[in-house]
């Protein structure tokens, strides 16, 4: 069945460093979405890749679709404490079921 | 936009008892969702619905799992006969009607089983 795997499990950086989370799906994917989950809290939208190969920013995070639209990453440029937290892909099959992979955990030391 | 609310926020039970959870999601979302999440996890798919209509059940819903949205407003969803192995935390979520709209989740229900 449809699986979406994410690596690493836990990243811990020092304040300033980069963080990439990657996500693999055995099986092509419609679109794909991102969220950031706080400790304690619920999982929160950060966004959408639909198209093979799209790359999108927002601000320090870049997000990246791969060309098979089978992977993708999230890729955090110089950390912030701020960025602690969670970070799972949602892998979509067929416009209609939504796969999370099992996040990765950004731990930022100042 | 008041966001998406679920009750209780906690539950306690003992094992065997049914329990029975609330959501009640973005008032103009027509998509709501619903997921469970063990500590580590990501939040794993369970079932989802098209305003009233339940599209889709994930396999691993056994049959002491029912939900309803019986007029495609909040939604509950009821376990029966509880095992310690349903011991989680159980998410909401709601969007617009198509999978490339971002879901807006409630806090959850955090359910124990002693």
């Known amino acids: 069945g449809q699986q979406v795997m994410q690596i690493p499990q836990y990243q811990h950086v020092q304040e300033g460093e980069d963080f990439t989370t990657y996500c693999n799906s055995s099986?092509?994917?419609?679109?794909i979405q991102w969220y950031k989950q706080r400790p304690g809290g619920h999982p929160v939208f950060l966004i959408q890749l639909v198209k093979s190969g799209e790359v999108k920013k927002q601000k320090r995070l870049t997000f990246q679709f791969g060309e098979a639209k089978k992977n993708s990453s999230l890729h955090i440029t110089a950390t912030q404490t701020t960025d602690v937290g969670t970070y799972f892909c949602?892998?979509?099959?067929?416009?209609?079921?939504?796969?999370f992979g099992s996040g990765t955990k950004l731990n930022v030391k100042p | 936009d008041t966001g998406v609310s679920q009750n209780p926020r906690h539950k306690i039970t003992k094992r065997g008892q049914n329990v029975t959870f609330r959501c009640d999601p973005i008032s103009e979302h027509n998509r709501l969702y619903w997921y469970r999440q063990t500590l580590g996890q990501g939040p794993e798919f369970l079932t989802y619905?098209?305003?009233?209509?339940?599209?889709?059940k994930s396999r691993l819903l056994s049959d002491r799992f029912s939900a309803e949205r019986p007029k495609g407003s909040f939604s509950t969803l009821e376990i029966q006969r509880t095992e310690q192995g349903d011991s989680a935390m159980y998410l909401c979520?709601?969007?617009?009607?198509?999978?490339?709209?971002?879901?807006?989740f409630g806090d959850g229900t955090r359910l124990s089983i002693l």
């Open positions: 979520a709601s969007s617009l009607r198509d999978t490339d709209q971002p879901q807006h």
């Open positions: 619905f098209q305003n009233e209509a339940q599209l889709e």
């Open positions: 949602a892998g979509v099959y067929n416009f209609n079921k939504f796969y």
């Open positions: 099986t092509t994917l419609s679109n």
